[in-house]
């Protein structure tokens, strides 16, 4: 998006925030209706600035900017509140999702369904959701983030176009699909998968346990390729803490 702009009412989550001078900030945020951008909030490091308690991670946010060019200035900010403080583990996992974004999410380029998957990700993660849960809606955010990115996975059928099989194993080769494993045979390039991991993920299902741990296999490997060599902070943590 180009020339100058004024914005008043979007609503937004703050993704990450680093200084700029001695009194202010840039704060990367993503709105739902004009995506990811930077934005200048002036003298909001100061001690007395009201802007201090209310540009919070992984809080509903309503914001307002204006100008030109890749950061715009911050006129005004709003706590919308709704969803409890993350804390714990939530945090890190929080953290994690917000290191996609800025790491793959392009500037300026709306995506309101990942905006709501995002917002849905948080909520559940604010509420103390078990390990099974905060994986599975970790699995959800990430593809809907390649989906949104214009990387959607074909599950329902493989790369020559046949129905997967659920009780077959295939290797899933990035930018082709699945394909039998008996094809490939015994050291073929992608990642093993079961056809019923496939299909539980075409149905956004993820209460068995071992679709699970495939999917999350599966969608490491397919963001570590698009992430094109660039390391996660976030899951260097993951490892620290024996990848809980």
């Not at 660039?230 to 260097?236: F, I, N, P």
Request: aromatic fraction near 8%; charge should be neutral; hydrophobic fraction near 45%.
């Amino acid at each position: 998006m180009s020339g100058k702009q004024r914005i008043d009412g979007a609503a937004a989550f703050l993704l990450h925030a680093y200084p700029f001078s001695e009194t202010s900030l840039i704060v990367e945020v993503f709105a739902r209706d004009h995506g990811r951008l930077a934005l200048l909030a002036r003298g909001a490091r100061r001690p007395r600035s009201a802007l201090r308690g209310v540009l919070l991670a992984f809080q509903p946010l309503e914001l307002g900017w204006f100008g030109a060019g890749e950061v715009k200035t911050l006129a005004k900010a709003e706590w919308l509140g709704g969803i409890p403080f993350i804390k714990g583990k939530g945090l890190l996992l929080g953290y994690y999702l917000n290191e996609l974004l800025l790491k793959l999410l392009p500037r300026e380029d709306a995506h309101a369904a990942l905006y709501d998957a995002y917002a849905t990700a948080m909520q559940a993660l604010s509420e103390g959701a078990t390990e099974t849960m905060a994986a599975a809606e970790l699995r959800r955010f990430e593809m809907a983030l390649l989906t949104e990115l214009g990387y959607g996975l074909t599950l329902e059928r493989d790369a020559e176009g046949a129905a997967i099989q659920q009780t077959a194993r295939y290797h899933f080769q990035i930018e082709r699909g699945a394909v039998l494993a008996e094809q490939i045979g015994p050291g073929g390039a992608g990642l093993a998968v079961s056809g019923k991991t496939l299909l539980d993920m075409a149905a956004n299902n993820y209460a068995d346990l071992r679709t699970l741990a495939e999917c999350k296999q599966l969608m490491r490997h397919l963001l570590a390729h698009y992430l094109s060599g660039q390391a996660l902070q976030t899951r260097r943590v993951f490892i620290e803490l024996q990848d809980v």
